[in-house]
């Protein structure tokens, strides 16, 4: 197995850090603080506890993805897995946002962007795997 360059590990690193303290931050936000949160969005969510705990839900998940995606910066074994789970999260986010875009029509600016931002991160997660492809190919 070709081992992967300092560089590039440390890019893995620095990209799964970035990740992982985004996901936890933004899950953490809605777990604790979700009306300033979605205000930024123009969502009214104050006072709706159906809404609030629909919301915190996904919250809780992005949190533990957040923690396995930092779990690779800590352990190599997993560096892999963690970069998996982050191109998972950030692209099935970005792509459901462009599908509710196509369905339900335009949201806010802010969640456009945040598509365009997750749809980034997880394409960048997807190259960084690259090299586990070739070594998967080369041995299969």
Known sequence: MKLLSLRNLVTRKLLLSFSGLIAIGIAVTILFAPDAFYAVYGIEITGNTN????????????MVAGLLMLAGVIRSQL???SLVTA?????????????????????????????I??????VVCLLALLPDLNSFKAHH
Do not use: C, Q, W
Request: no cysteine.
């Open 79 to 81: 560096t892999t897995t």
């Open 87 to 115: 191109a998972a999260v950030y692209l099935s986010y970005g792509l459901s946002r462009f599908a509710s875009i196509a369905v339900d029509g335009m949201p806010h600016s802010g969640l456009v962007e945040a598509a």
């Open 117 to 122: 931002v997750e749809i980034a991160i997880g």
């Open 51 to 62: 809404l609030t705990n629909e919301l915190k839900a996904p919250a809780g998940m992005l």
